[in-house]
């Protein structure tokens, strides 16, 4: 499941700093299992380091599945799994 999902990359490192992953909320802060973006299911990472780019992020997340879209702004990420089972497996 999607708990399982952030499990897995939770608390790892990118570029020497620690992140956070948890799955992306809707509008008001209300979180939803199937919260979709552009086109795909997200989870947001928090703590990058300064120089981390949306490549690095979705060459990261990609070992869990396919990433349709990735950003970076600041200490804050997102990826975008096209799938559900996808967003689950990162």
Request: hydrophobic share 30%; no cysteine.
């Amino acid at each position: 499941d999607a708990e399982a999902a952030v499990k897995a990359l939770d608390d790892s490192t990118v570029k020497g700093r620690v992140i956070k992953v948890q799955i992306a909320k809707a509008s008001m802060g209300r979180p939803r299992e199937d919260y979709r973006g552009r086109g795909g299911f997200r989870v947001k990472i928090r703590g990058l380091s300064e120089g981390v780019d949306w490549r690095e992020i979705k060459d990261t997340f990609r070992k869990s599945g396919d990433v349709s879209y990735a950003n970076v702004t600041g200490e804050e990420g997102i990826a975008e799994f096209s799938s559900e089972e996808d967003r689950e497996r990162a």
